[in-house]
C-alpha cells in the first residue's frame, strides 16, 4: 500500500513539473492520465534501484537523454535537492525551451552527441550515469563504445542504470508467430537526433555489452509497465495484444514488457 501512495504522490509530482512535449500524449485526457501513471511506476522502479548509489551528500547524476524530463523530475521528487543534476541532450533533440527548464530545475546541461565524443564535463566523476529508454535507440555497431565511454565518466562506487523495452515481451513473441512479425522501426535517418527503436536486448546480451565496456551487472529487474493500455483508436488486434501483455507475464516473468538494471565497474 505504501508503494501504491508513493506512486500516485510521484505521478502528481510529474503532472505538475514534467514537460510532456511527445511521449506519446495523445489529447485524449483518460489515456494520458494512464501514460503518466505508466511512467510514474517505472520511474518509482527506476529510483529504486537507484537508490544505493545516492544516499552519499551531494551525490552526482548524469542523464544520457533528458528527454521529457521525467527522470530529472522522478530524482527532485526523491531527493529534494540533496543531488547534483548533469544532463545532456543530442543537439537536434533539444528542445527550445529544454535548456531553461533544466536551469531552473538546478540541472547542469549541455548539448551533445553521446556517439561522437567523450562526454562533457570530463572532470567530474559520476556516482550514476541513467541511460533510461536509450540504447534501443542507438545503432548497434556503435553502441559498445558508446558504452564504454560512458563507463569512463562513473565514479569507483558509482553505478550505470539503463531501462529498455524487453525483447522477449509477449506482444513481440506474438508478432513473430501469428502477427506481422514487426518488432522493430525500420532504421530510417532520424529527424531529430535518434532513430526509433531499432534493437532490443536480452540479459545476455546486456551482460556481453557490459562486459566490454568494463562493466559488471548488479541486478535486473523485469517489469511490465510500458504501454499496457490501448491508445484511442487502437484497432482490435492491438487491443488483444496489449490485453495478453498486461496479463500474461504474471504466469511467465520472462514476456515482461521492459527491464531495468543497474551495472558497476568490473573489478
Given amino acids: 500500500m505504501q508503494e501504491s501512495h508513493e506512486v500516485e504522490d510521484l505521478r502528481r509530482a510529474l503532472t505538475v513539473g514534467s514537460n510532456w512535449i511527445g511521449d506519446g500524449r495523445t489529447g485524449d485526457p483518460r489515456y494520458d492520465e494512464q501514460l503518466l501513471r505508466d511512467n510514474a511506476i517505472r520511474l518509482y522502479e527506476t529510483i529504486q534501484l537507484a537508490d544505493p548509489y545516492l544516499r552519499a551528500a551531494n551525490a552526482s547524476v548524469l542523464e544520457c537523454g533528458v528527454g521529457a524530463c521525467f527522470t530529472i523530475d522522478a530524482l527532485r521528487w526523491r531527493y529534494d535537492g540533496q543531488l547534483r543534476l548533469h544532463a545532456i541532450e543530442h543537439p537536434n533533440a ?41 540504447i534501443e535507440h542507438i545503432p548497434p555497431t556503435e553502441l559498445p ?38 518488432m522493430l522501426d525500420a532504421a530510417f535517418p532520424p529527424e531529430r537526433g535518434s532513430y526509433g527503436h531499432i534493437r532490443m536486448y536480452a540479459r545476455k546480451e546486456v551482460e556481453e555489452l557490459l562486459s566490454y565496456a568494463g562493466l559488471e551487472l548488479r541486478q535486473w529487474t523485469l517489469c511490465n509497465w510500458a504501454h499496457a493500455h490501448p491508445w484511442p483508436g487502437a484497432p482490435m488486434r492491438d487491443r488483444v495484444r496489449l490485453g495478453i501483455q498486461r496479463t500474461m507475464p504474471r504466469l511467465i516473468p520472462r514476456w515482461a514488457s521492459a527491464w531495468i538494471c543497474t551495472a558497476t565497474l568490473a573489478r
Fill in 145 to 182: 563504445d558508446m558504452l564504454r565511454r560512458v563507463s569512463a565518466a562513473i565514479a569507483d562506487h558509482g553505478a550505470l542504470l539503463m531501462s529498455s523495452p524487453n525483447s522477449q515481451a509477449i506482444w513481440n513473441v506474438l508478432s513473430l508467430a501469428v502477427g506481422n512479425g514487426q
Fill in 94 to 134: 533539444v528542445r527550445p525551451r529544454l535548456p531553461d527548464e533544466l536551469d531552473k530545475r538546478g540541472v547542469t546541461f549541455a548539448a551533445h552527441d553521446l556517439l561522437s565524443d567523450g562526454l562533457p564535463w570530463p572532470e567530474v566523476k559520476f556516482d550514476l550515469v541513467v541511460l533510461a529508454e536509450v
